[in-house]
């Protein structure tokens, strides 16, 4: 058994806010109803029996028969698999109508959609279960590149045409075409809807076999349309098995020899978690609830993921990366929660691999991996109990290059995900800190003594001052505030510790945003005790203090809100708990989600992407620059942070976590904030681009061309930096001088890299999307062709 070590190193939603002008409805409502295993000794852990060096025989774990006779068994598992895929194929495997795409999918966006707001009242978890497996959260993403329209872009003629045709439930696609002027399709030819690993491998036999090209479904929710490609079989994992159901899906290690275990302990982590690609995190919080709830293990655990409910739990979030919702500065992003992959191959085969090895380093918060293990499925039936786990024989590529690519290399590129395990942490209780003038402006009087006179004089104040002075200073140091709170606390005298406890999905640094204030979310009771007069020293020492000590005054008491607090000082048990409770009372109407499950938190379908083709989406902003003193630098941070708002906070110590065999871009992991800054284009021009690409080489310590964009909230037709000149900006799909979208997410180094991984797991590109990561041998193809 691996000793668990403390840990000393300091510790220190996904939402679209076009829909939050509900939210300041809700808080409104709300207000009223009022250690991982470390050593620095750089001695290698075996995963083995645990101990430092320590050569053991395999665990129970690993089959005794590792190197069974093969000898007269080929021909009969070649008339075995043939007879497999014909069945299968016979049974299964159905021609796309598109007619369906109009009648389950864009008809439900018609009935219950609002084009103002551009939301849908139909959450993803209906549109998911339309029978024909076509619908996804964003329409537009049945066309190629989610292109709303011919011309690309934010334009979105051709979807607004549809939802004002009539009678879409009976309308064919090529007369809603005709009369809106459709981009080409992005629908598959073919769908399968395998239920097994055996159904998996016989559909993906059949794409060989027939020479097609296979796209990947698991819950759609892709920016840049990745679940979906035309001509494609399409296989869609909505079936396939859920493990992580009811109070028995936790493993507890305790004494445990599991190979999972081992590495679960390693990390100083006591349990884990297996869970299907058919399944949603909703199912995967709820799993961990039922068993927090059940008091079968010894302490309450709780689980890495997403805010929205509906979005996969090992699907495309978790090959992307899989950023979270703060809850990553804390305990690492997706990937680094991992502990195992069930994947099949695009050769047939059905594989898991995991570490057995791994080294302490000294600076690094879990170990580092340094051999991976694959094992292969020799009887995959649907009945698992029989399945037969040998190490593999002749495998395509190394099983470290699996681990790596699998882990952030993008979904749908590599191998079809069938199940991922992940470990679990103590469950920490959860705040929720909302703060600015627009959320003041909903606190009832009943709820905080003395909001509504503050907001009267914050407002009236700034009325008065004709210069406008008092306004634009309160502003710049309330989005700085947030800065340094979330990424320089020691500036403001708040604890690393506190400062890496606290983060967002959907952050707004802006002082009076029409949008009201997102929620930043902590875990642990210390944020408000630090954060609270942190920004009263602030105020204090601003120019206004001294000019208006009554508009210091109210600036420096109403802020920032508990919203805990404000119901009786009772914090959320976790993630599920918060989205759950708001469901309940808050911004989606009874009826939006099905009951029971954990919602799209705040979020519904939208007719396009949050990050609109060709927009200025997914930037990393460096940890090092949000940080910096220099005067310039921190002007150039204010300037985008106080226009952008509904993006990820990063940072904390998500650039420790990784294990060293990864596929998450340098810029993402040196990342203090992931997000668009369009608004800030619009505002300052491309010059702030170019300065903000600047900086991303500055902060990020790799040779040549690091990447400056994150890959799960990618959009399509991404702008991207020129090769000539890394800090100019152009248009990727329209220059081939320009660094591709997946060169501009991996950076040539790490793009190098998987490409040559995906030339050896899969030469002849039968997992393909818009955004993936292509072959060797397609290096001179256009990305679209």
């Not at 007369?175 to 459709?182: I, R």
């Amino acid at each position: 058994m691996l000793p668990r070590a403390q840990h000393h190193l300091p510790l220190s939603l996904d939402i679209h806010p076009t829909y939050t002008m509900k939210l300041l409805v809700l808080v409104s409502i709300a207000l009223a109803g009022i250690s991982s295993a470390r050593s620095d000794d750089g001695a290698t852990l075996t995963a083995l029996r645990g101990g430092s060096h320590q050569e053991t025989d395999l665990p129970e774990f690993f089959p005794k028969n590792m190197k069974k006779e093969k000898l007269g068994l080929y021909e009969a598992e070649a008339e075995k698999k043939a007879a497999r895929t014909s069945s299968y194929v016979d049974d299964t495997i159905e021609e796309v109508n598109n007619d369906d795409w109009i009648h389950e999918c864009a008809y439900a966006f018609q009935k219950y959609g609002d084009p103002s707001t551009g939301r849908v009242l139909h959450s993803n978890f209906y549109l998911v279960d339309k029978p024909a497996g076509l619908c996804a959260d964003y329409l537009s993403c049945a066309f190629e590149r989610c292109h709303a329209s011919l011309d690309g872009g934010a334009n979105w003629d051709a979807v607004s045409c549809l939802m004002n045709q009539t009678a879409l439930d009976s309308t064919t696609y090529d007369e809603a075409s005709k009369a809106c002027s459709f981009p080409p399709s992005a629908l598959p030819a073919s769908i399968t809807f395998p239920k097994n690993a055996a159904e998996v491998i016989s559909a993906i036999n059949f794409a060989s076999e027939s020479g097609l090209q296979v796209s990947i479904k698991n819950r759609g929710h892709c920016y840049t349309g990745c679940h979906t490609k035309p001509g494609t079989l399409m296989i869609n994992t909505r079936d396939l098995v859920k493990y992580a159901v009811g109070a028995d899906s936790v493993v507890e290690c305790e004494d445990s020899v599991d190979v999972n275990c081992a590495l679960a302990k390693a990390r100083g982590k006591d349990a884990y978690i297996r869970v299907g690609a058919g399944q949603a995190f909703s199912d995967l919080y709820l799993a961990v609830n039922a068993s927090n709830t059940a008091g079968h293990t010894s302490k309450d655990y709780w689980v890495i993921g997403g805010g929205s409910g509906s979005v996969g739990a090992a699907g495309g979030w978790i090959t992307g990366g899989g950023i979270s919702m703060g809850l990553e500065r804390l305990e690492g992003i997706g990937v680094d929660n991992v502990l195992e992959f069930e994947l099949v191959l695009a050769d047939g085969r059905h594989v898991r691999v995991f570490p057995t090895e791994w080294e302490n380093v000294k600076g690094c918060i879990y170990p580092q991996t340094t051999k991976v293990t694959a094992l292969c499925n020799e009887n995959t039936v649907a009945d698992e109990s029989q399945w037969d786990w040998q190490p593999c024989a002749d495998l395509m590529l190394p099983p470290e290059d699996l681990w790596r690519a699998s882990r952030g290399g993008g979904g749908g590129t590599f191998a079809v995900t069938l199940s991922i395990k992940y470990h679990l942490f103590e469950m920490i209780p959860m705040r929720v800190v909302l703060s600015g003038l627009a959320i003041l402006s909903t606190v009832p009087e009943e709820a905080v003594e003395g909001s509504k006179d503050a907001f009267d004089t914050i407002t009236s104040h700034f009325e008065a001052d004709s210069t406008g002075r008092l306004r634009q200073e309160a502003s710049r140091a309330y989005t700085l505030f947030w800065i340094d709170f979330l990424y320089a606390p020691e500036k403001i005298g708040v604890s690393k510790d506190t400062s890496t406890r606290c983060g967002s999905m959907a952050i707004d640094m802006r002082f009076d945003s029409p949008l009201g204030s997102m929620p930043v979310f902590c875990w642990g009771d210390s944020v408000m005790p630090e954060l609270q007069p942190a920004w009263e020293r602030v105020v204090a020492g601003l120019d206004l203090a001294m000019a208006d000590p009554e508009l210091a005054e109210a600036l420096s008491k109403f802020m920032f809100f508990d919203l805990n607090n404000l119901h009786g000082n009772v914090p959320y048990a976790n993630y599920a708990e918060f989205a759950t409770s708001l469901d309940a009372g808050g911004p989606m109407p009874p009826g939006v989600a099905p009951d029971g499950v954990i919602p799209d938190w705040p979020g519904t379908p939208t007719y396009m992407p949050p990050n609109a083709p060709g927009t200025y989406c997914a930037f990393n902003i460096p940890l090092g620059l949000l940080k910096s003193d220099d005067y310039d630098e921190r002007d150039l941070v204010y300037k985008i942070l106080s226009e952008a708002w509904g993006e990820h906070v990063t940072g904390g110590n998500i650039a420790f976590f990784g294990d060293g065999m990864d596929a998450v871009s340098p810029s993402e992991r040196a990342s203090g904030w992931t997000g668009h800054i369009d608004e800030a284009v619009e505002k300052y021009g491309e010059q702030i681009v170019s300065d903000l690409w600047s900086a991303v080489y500055k902060y990020t310590d790799v040779d040549g061309f690091s990447g400056v964009l994150e890959y799960n909230h990618l959009c399509s037709d991404a702008k991207t930096p020129s090769k000539d000149d890394w800090s100019k900006v152009c248009s990727a799909d329209d220059d081939e001088d320009c660094f591709s979208s997946q060169e501009s997410v991996w950076g040539e180094k790490l793009h190098a890299k998987l490409q040559r991984i995906k030339s050896a797991a899969d030469p002849n590109n039968m997992f393909d999307c818009y955004p993936c990561i292509k072959p060797e041998s397609d290096l001179n193809q256009a990305m679209v062709e």
